[in-house]
């Protein structure tokens, strides 16, 4: 896909929109919901935090409320579960499960930015941070290795948040991933994607 145009530079921080996407009755399948519910609850962060809209024009809306946009979304690629995927988004490297159908006729990310530089619209800079799932069976709760990858980046937010707001961050390089139980500390500077371990 062509590269999405970004939108010109502000004075201060760029803005950050938080955006959590999945199915809150099913499993792992509702982390990202449930991440931007657990950073609305704490505040204080400065930027803004909304759940996945409904439709393609209302995603289409979003992207005039920010710089960077963060999504967050449940993903299967046959990591170990609760393994965190950031990765700087068009991708076709990792398919989230919700964002990458924002409707039901097929519509989803793709073709919201279709629309989006068809129309002459800025686009922000895009994010996924991906959750590897475990089970995203109806009505069960999430399984302990998504509840901890919660935990972790919940912990780390503010690191994570002032890295997607440096333009220059090697985060927006490639797709990184942070394996659980390796004794790896997510951790994020202005500079490095410290102690993060980058995928093949």
Known sequence: MTEAVRVKSREGSPRLLVVGCGNPLAGDDNVGLELVRRLQGRGGYGCEFRNLPDGPLDLLELFDCADVMLFVDAVQSGVPPGTLHLVPLPSRSLMPRVL??????????????????????????????????????PGTPRTAPVDAALEVVVEHFPQLQAALQKGESPLWSRHHSYVPGQGHVLEFSSATPARVRESG
Not at 123 to 130: I, Q
Request: proline letters at 3%.
């Open 100 to 137: 990458g159908a924002v409707s039901s006729h097929g519509w989803g990310l793709d073709e919201a930015l279709r629309l989006a530089l068809a129309l002459g619209r800025n686009v922000p800079r895009l994010m996924l941070l991906g959750v590897e799932l475990e089970s995203v069976a």
